[in-house]
């Protein structure tokens, strides 16, 4: 610990270190993890309103912050909470962000003597539903914003932080709620936590995300099915006329043949910034040499392109085949986009394509739960050399830094509603069985992201605007 007449950002990081050393991050992340916080049940809304109301909110408070749990404004959606503390309007704000809510637990296919709502420590791993997304990531936040208090008695700077219930519906009115609430959001940047590091024992930093498009195909060619034997070669199968579809969207590698679904933003700018990050890592299977754009790297395919993607497909019965030609197929499909794609082009882009292609009868059906939409923040921004420069020095290592994460988060509701450059530094690892059986975190990476973000929230005292 530190000399405690004189604070300083080795006292507040020993503060972190201690904090989990002694146990009380486990223990309080065990009792975060009892709260079944699915939010893709829909009669679940209790839960969400408890999570807040007795995890988070007490929390914040006893840290100095104001909070309001608000209703969303969409039918359906979850509570989100608000919390501000303002030490002095003239002073740097940080708006931060979490999500309390979880996908659906899955217990039955957890590994023996494991469940999603019990903690449980197996050697280096914390398992349970949300410990990685996101509960064990911004806890980790907000003990490190406490340690800082703790060593400094205040922070030098403000802070404003929402947890929403909604983030696995695809955040459902948080964007209603941002254009509506904007006054009680301003802030000068966004730091925040999810997704993984591309590896356990480096710091990462992304400043954006792919977006998301889901959407159904489905052709539909007639009332039930008809016996193979008296109707086959007669009867036009939708199974296959569907796979031919799907086949006209990407080659056989998987490179996107719609025009409008190549994106025109891998610049030089953003290739430098990606050249020589790491894809693979001990956890995770193989990548696959040969599947993808063929002219780009791993990390450009993953972080500077487009992917196409045939989540589910189904025609007939397939757990109970039958001898007989189903009328009916259907394939589950997802577009990842980077920035440099028009996401009100995407699907009218498709149905041109299809149309084009002879497949006029396949009808598109959107995902009821909206895109999230593409952003990226130049890796030159102040803030990004801000962020980096305290992560380097905690972590004696230069952090990776990605233009966006290949995955998706709402960040366009921080980036384009609020107008907040955003800067995500995440907490997990690309091994972390997120939305799968058996997710965890790993002790290593958790203490040494409570050091990491110790330090940042320490060197963000008196920080100028940049």
């Known amino acids: 610990m530190s000399d ?24 309080e992340l065990a009792d975060w993890i009892t709260y079944p916080t699915e939010s893709q049940k829909p009669d679940n809304g209790s839960e969400l309103t408890r999570y807040l109301e007795c995890a988070t909110r007490p929390r914040l408070e006893a840290a100095g912050f104001t909070c309001e749990i608000f209703e969303n404004p969409v039918s359906g959606g979850g509570p989100i909470l608000v919390g501000e503390r303002i030490e002095d309007p003239a002073l740097t704000t940080i708006l931060t962000y979490g999500h309390g809510d979880v996908v659906r637990g899955q217990a039955e296919q957890w590994r023996e003597g494991l469940a ?20 064990g990531q911004h806890l980790i936040n907000i003990a490190a914003l406490e340690v800082v208090l703790f ?16 983030e696995e519906t695809g955040s459902a009115g948080l964007a209603e709620f941002f254009r509506s609430h904007r006054d009680l959001l301003q802030a000068d940047v966004l730091i925040a936590s999810d997704g993984p590091r591309l590896q356990p024992e480096t710091p990462t930093m992304f400043m954006g995300s792919r977006g998301g498009v889901n959407f159904d195909l489905v052709l539909d060619l007639r009332e039930g099915a008809h016996h193979s034997g008296n109707w086959g070669g007669l009867l036009a199968d ?16 998987g490179q996107i043949q719609i025009p409008e679904w190549r994106p025109d933003s891998l610049t030089d700018k953003v290739r430098a910034a990606l050249k020589g990050l790491p894809i693979e890592g001990e956890s995770g299977p193989k990548v696959d040499p040969d599947w993808g754009e063929e002219s780009l790297t791993p990390a450009e395919r993953a972080f500077g392109w487009n992917s196409f993607a045939v989540l589910a497909m189904s025609s007939g019965v397939p757990e109970a085949p039958v001898n007989a030609i189903s009328g009916r197929a259907k394939a589950t499909c997802q577009l990842r986009y980077v920035v440099g794609t028009d996401p009100d082009d995407i699907l009218p882009a498709l149905r041109r394509h299809l149309d084009r292609h002879g497949f006029e009868s396949i009808e598109i059906v959107p995902d009821k739960g909206g895109p999230f939409k593409a952003t990226r923040l130049d890796p030159d921004h102040p803030w990004v050399a801000l962020v980096s420069q305290s992560l380097t020095r905690t972590a ?11 995955g998706s988060l709402p960040n366009d509701c921080f980036a384009d509603i609020l107008g907040l450059p955003t800067v995500w530094v ?5 091994g972390c069985s997120q939305h799968a059986p058996n997710e965890h975190v790993l002790k290593p990476l958790c203490r040494d992201a409570l050091r990491l973000m110790a330090g940042l929230f320490w060197d963000l005292a008196g920080a100028e605007k940049p």
Not at 124 to 133: C, E, K, P, S, V
Not at 238 to 249: E, G, N
Not at 396 to 406: D, M, R, Y
């Open 4 to 27: 405690t007449s004189r604070p300083s950002r080795t006292g507040a990081i020993a503060r972190a270190e201690a904090y989990f050393d002694g146990g009380t991050f486990q223990s």
């Open 116 to 135: 999603p709502f019990t903690l449980t420590e197996d050697g280096d791993r914390l398992y349970g539903r949300g410990t990685a997304d996101n509960k």
């Open 151 to 166: 060593e400094r008695g205040h922070l030098g700077f403000n802070v404003r932080i929402v947890i929403e219930m909604s």
């Open 238 to 253: 939708p199974a296959m006329i569907l796979s031919h579809a799907l086949a006209s969207i990407c080659d056989r590698r």
């Open 396 to 406: 004696g290592k230069t952090p990776h830094i990605l233009p966006n994460l290949a």
């Open 426 to 430: 995440p907490h997990s690892y690309r």
